[in-house]
């Protein structure tokens, strides 16, 4: 089984422009989790849904960011305008929310913003 | 109330020595309790779990230890190889059914292991 399938794996902006990071979680899991990992910060939960609504958001930076999840196997994480302090690897990970709290994480994004 | 902490910050073992790392919490609403290991350039992984209603589990060479009434909980490594050298992040999480699955994740361990 394919795992935690998130594009670009690397992605080099410049300052101001939109970001897009893409996210296909597990088939059949029904919870999907962005973070943000830094050196600074460590790993942030961003937002997270469950059956493709979103449930918590409070990670989220600023109203720069947002995160869609239009259905249950695609969801995006858009920064707009980027910012060079938006430089860090994103993460997605989905889990099945039945019983065991495991998430599985993607290979991650990492983006820089000059 | 929310937040895990974890030490050491860093941690370096010779090779077949023993790694601890520790982790201690607040909320006592959490009830379950993982750790996850990152290697460089990958996402986190599950390594083992553990819920409150035991004091230790054993996978291997990795065992976590559970204090309930200390709030606290460590990750042993036993013979510690080189291959274990890698980030290892200790989590908790209340399960809640309208919560779904959040962790709250520790600041991370990067352990060293030395041939």
């Known amino acids: 089984d394919a795992g935690v399938i998130q594009s670009p794996r690397h992605e080099v902006t410049e300052m101001g422009q939109e970001v897009t990071l893409r996210c296909k979680p597990i088939s059949g899991h029904n919870s999907l989790f962005w973070y943000r990992q830094t050196m600074m910060r460590g790993l942030e939960l961003l937002i997270y849904?469950?059956?493709?609504?979103?449930?918590?958001d409070s990670g989220m930076p600023e109203d720069r960011f947002s995160a869609k999840m239009p259905n249950a196997s695609f969801s995006t994480l858009k920064i707009q305008p980027s910012e060079p302090r938006d430089s860090a690897v994103y993460f997605c990970?989905?889990?099945?929310?039945?019983?065991?709290?495991?998430?599985?994480f993607g290979p991650g994004t990492r983006l820089t913003v000059t | 109330q929310q937040q895990v902490k974890q030490s050491p910050q860093s941690l370096i073992v010779q090779k077949g020595g023993i790694s601890i790392i520790n982790c201690a919490y607040e909320n006592t609403a959490f009830d379950y309790f993982p750790w996850y290991q990152q290697f460089p350039g990958k996402g986190p992984a599950l390594l083992i779990a553990?819920?409150?209603?035991?004091s230790e589990k054993k996978e291997g060479r990795f065992t976590i230890s559970f204090n309930k009434s200390a709030k606290q909980f460590s990750l042993h490594i036993m013979d510690s190889q080189p291959g274990d050298s890698a980030t290892y992040f200790c989590?908790?999480?209340?399960?809640?059914?309208?919560?779904?699955?959040?962790?709250?994740f520790g600041e991370g361990t990067q352990l060293t292991v030395n041939p």
């Open positions: 849904f469950n059956n493709n609504v979103p449930i918590d």
């Open positions: 553990i819920r409150p209603d035991v």
């Open positions: 990970a989905s889990s099945y929310h039945q019983g065991t709290y495991e998430q599985y």
């Open positions: 989590a908790a999480s209340t399960g809640r059914e309208t919560s779904g699955s959040r962790l709250t």
